[in-house]
């Protein structure tokens, strides 16, 4: 069983995505949200892809600000300053996986 962090971990594809991994794997999620973790067994860490993290095992990229109400700096600071982040944390991962509802 790997670790696997799950940004954007609270977003309706971040849901979905973590019931299908818990089952196989111990998952932490990162998000802005500060809604407790919904899953027994989830750990939940409030943050923002924009400061570095620990690395993990995986990486499952489901971040992406509200497209009606975020500010517009949002979108390229999430999105390339986040990736970047996450992308240097996931040097010594074995995987990644990367998608938005958006795109």
């Known amino acids: 069983m790997g670790r696997v962090l799950v940004v954007g971990g609270r977003g309706s594809l971040g849901k979905a995505l973590v019931r299908q991994l818990l089952d196989t794997h111990s998952v932490r999620t990162l998000d802005v949200s500060i809604a407790p973790p919904s899953h027994d067994g989830l750990e939940h860490l409030v943050g923002d892809v924009r ?33 970047n982040n ?18």
């Open 86 to 103: 996450l992308l240097r944390a996931a040097e010594q991962s074995r995987d990644l996986c990367t998608s938005v509802p958006s795109l």
């Open 51 to 83: 400061d570095p993290r620990d690395a993990v095992d995986s990486v499952v990229w489901a971040a992406m600000p509200n497209l009606l109400s975020a500010p517009a700096h949002q979108f390229d600071e999430i999105n390339v300053t986040g990736v």
